[in-house]
């Protein structure tokens, strides 16, 4: 007897025996029951899932002397012509090779003669999508309005081809992909028939690698069953097939992150010297990390895992995080997409195991965040410290400096000790307001670009205190308090803004240093004898002050003030 493969072999011949479909096996076995019998199918889906069979089988049922019947007997002169597929009334025809108008118009002149010994006359035809535009249109009236004794059967895997006038005059059935549970169960079958002994595992990957198609799985089977010498294992198939082995892309794995890249590079070079083409390296490799993340989660679904729980590396599971393992496969996955565009795919894989060695640095965004959070609230709370420190110490260097300059004897009357302001200040009811919120007002007025305003508090305020809702500002210079008395609004709304409540401001001024101008101004007129002295106002001379300040400190010399009074030393 000559040899039959096992897909032919293990072809459906009742509706019982069709896999995966149950839908479509319910709805025609009802559908005949009931004698509602449509004049066209239309039956769509992957390759290899049992379109072709099931419009035999349902010409079958069609057909059999003791029909129409959902079970056929596959015993009578009719079921058996079209298992064999001899039946003069079930036309085959396939739509690759008779694409065009005249094959049509055949099928038009065919179908005005009714079957010779069968109840029907049914036309399959497969891949139906690759007939032309023209074929189809010819088809159109001879499917709406055909003879009460004929069938069309259309199968096709890309239904989007067929025009929606041919789907709209058809009854569609989509078939889907088969489970790997039910493919393999299929294959134990055939092994058993076979009398091959077959590892459960090795019957897993025959059914990965056939991606839902029965016919695929079948085939692949035959070719495995041809060198396993009556025993089929996983290792035989990976030697046999020039896949990469789990043991080597695990040695890879842990050897990278170990960085050991010349030890992991040594491996990759001894697969490529083994035949494994490059894209098998990356699918094996994509296929084991994804194994890895499903098992690190918990999954041990064998048709879920692409190898034995055997094969997982546990330590691999322990080095490498969540995290790390999705990174890593979404590497390899995006390696496969772009390498057919590589001018050297074994230099790309290279790169990408070198790479591999930092890893172990890999760090999420939380993480991330989390680790700035922290580094965030440890300057806060330095800054906090210091600025305390910085508070209690709180002196104005210039006003004294001045002051002693001056009259270096009356300096104790002229400038009050921190004891003495403390009681003039608790005689007036008012308390010193946080540090805090001084140098947050300065920050503010920068932020509204009133720049002048920012550096009048930080730089020529004397003193502060608060009084309830209001708060009294003391400057040393009369230019500083009219400049911000002209915003003394925008002030008390940031004041109010910062401390939660509205506030008032009062300002005033230090007493003006008396200065010894008269006897300059005569000193001049005696010299040139003629002329006018004009004198300078106290906001001239205070205005030539702070330009000759600001140019021995520099163009940042206010910002380091402020700095300063936040608290912070640069």
């Not at 001084?438 to 930080?458: D, Q, T, W």
């Not at 006897?519 to 002329?531: H, P, Q």
């Not at 520099?554 to 608290?567: F, K, L, Q, T, W």
Request: charged share 30%.
């Amino acid at each position: 007897m000559a040899y039959e493969v096992t897909a032919t072999r293990k072809r459906p011949q009742s509706f019982s025996s069709l896999i995966g479909q149950e839908f479509v096996v319910s709805t025609l076995e009802s559908a005949i029951k009931e004698n509602r019998i449509a004049h066209a199918y239309l039956f769509s889906g992957p390759r290899g899932v049992g379109k072709t069979s099931s419009a035999r089988l349902l010409a079958k049922a069609l057909n059999c002397e003791n029909g129409p019947t959902s079970e056929p007997c596959g015993k009578c002169s009719s079921c058996k012509a079209i298992a064999a597929g001899e039946s003069v009334d079930v036309i085959e025809i396939d739509g690759a090779s008779n694409n065009g108008v005249d094959a049509v118009r055949a099928i038009k002149e065919e179908v005005l003669f009714p079957p010779q010994s069968s109840r029907y006359k049914i036309y399959i035809i497969d891949e139906v999508h690759m007939l032309s535009i023209s074929a189809f249109n010819a088809l159109l009236k001879t499917i709406e309005e055909p003879p009460e004794y004929i069938v069309f059967i259309f199968a096709t895997t890309e239904i989007q081809k067929v025009p929606q006038t041919i789907r709209s005059r058809c009854q569609q059935f989509h078939f889907q992909l088969i489970s790997q549970n039910d493919i393999v169960k299929c294959l134990e079958s055939a092994a058993s028939e076979m009398k091959i002994e077959a590892d459960k595992d090795a019957l897993y990957w025959i059914a990965k690698e056939g991606a839902g198609s029965m016919r695929d799985s079948y085939t692949l089977f035959d070719q495995v069953a041809s060198f396993s010498e009556g025993h089929i294992t996983l290792r035989k198939i990976k030697e046999k097939l020039f896949l990469a082995s789990a043991e080597d892309i695990a040695s890879i794995l842990s050897l990278s992150f170990e960085e050991r890249t010349e030890e992991a590079l040594d491996i990759l070079e001894k697969l490529f010297s083994s035949g494994t083409s490059e894209t098998q390296i990356i699918k094996d490799m994509a296929e084991y990390v994804k194994s890895l993340l499903f098992y690190k989660a918990g999954v041990r679904r064998a048709d879920v895992l692409s190898c034995t729980e055997e094969e997982i590396d546990r330590n691999l599971v322990n080095l490498y995080s969540k995290e790390m393992l999705e990174a890593v496969l979404k590497a390899l996955l995006d390696l496969y997409r772009d390498i057919r565009y590589s001018l050297s795919p074994k230099m790309e894989i290279e790169l990408f195991v070198s790479r591999l060695s930092s890893i172990r640095y890999l760090t999420t965004k939380e993480n991330l965040l989390a680790r700035l959070d922290q580094i965030r609230k440890s300057i806060e709370s330095e800054n906090r410290i210091t600025v305390e420190r910085k508070s209690a110490e709180r002196t104005f260097p210039e006003i004294k400096k001045k002051i002693a300059d001056s009259s270096p004897e009356n300096k104790d009357s002229l400038l009050p000790s921190s004891r003495e302001e403390s009681v003039r200040e608790e005689e007036r009811g008012g308390k010193v307001i946080d540090e805090g919120v001084l140098s947050s007002l300065i920050a503010a007025l920068r932020e509204e670009a009133m720049n002048a305003e920012a550096r009048f508090f930080s730089q020529k305020l004397a003193s502060y205190c608060q009084q309830e809702n209001s708060i009294t500002f003391t400057f040393s210079s009369t230019l500083a308090l009219q400049a911000v008395e002209k915003n003394r609004r925008m002030i008390e709304k940031i004041l109010s803004d910062l401390l939660g409540r509205s506030i008032i401001i009062r300002l005033e001024a230090l007493e003006k240093e008396e200065r010894k101008t008269g006897n300059d101004t005569r000193f001049v007129l005696d010299v040139f004898k003629s002329g006018e002295a004009v004198e300078m106002k106290e906001e001239e001379i205070i205005k030539s002050e702070s330009v000759r300040n600001d140019e021995k400190l520099g163009p940042n010399a206010g910002e380091n003030e402020i700095s300063a009074g936040d608290g912070g030393e640069n």
